[in-house]
């Protein structure tokens, strides 16, 4: 009896940290959106194939350029450690828009929703993949929007826009998003 007692003190507090747990997860400030957020690009990256020129050398650098005023409140630099496919990430922060060409992933942050059809205009066909959490950038022209539904970081990918920009996505990352024209 005692020994059931115990055990019934022991999953009530199981179930109390868990709850608790949630909670602070369901409460959990923007840092850890932005986190997960930066996370997702990074994870795009891996994901996506450029056109055979867009590499100099197989070591060349990958650019992410971020345009915005502290986009994901700085968490994408956390990128400058890492690499993909053994290219180094380098970050360029708010690039000039004749430079955006020459970035393999341009971020736009949200403060950037003016410039869309600037966006548009320069990289019409560059094989640079576009993510921004701006909402509706997937229907606007872009290739990747991250957004928030039900308290979950999701994203959107327009594919057509990708494909005509000579990017290879693949069908791992297109069978888990939604899909916009």
Known sequence: ???LHHAMKKALLFSLIALLFQIVSIRADSMTEYGVKAGFVYNFAKFVEWPGTVFTTAA???RLCVLGKSPLDGKLQLLAQRQIHKHPIEITDNPSTQDWPSCQILYLGADQASRLNVLQATLAQAPVLTISDIPNFAEKGGMIELYIEEGRVRFAINPAIAQRAGLKLSSQ??????IVE
């Open 1 to 3: 009896m005692k020994a």
């Open 173 to 178: 990352i297109l069978r888990i998003a939604k």
């Open 60 to 62: 060349a650098p990958l």
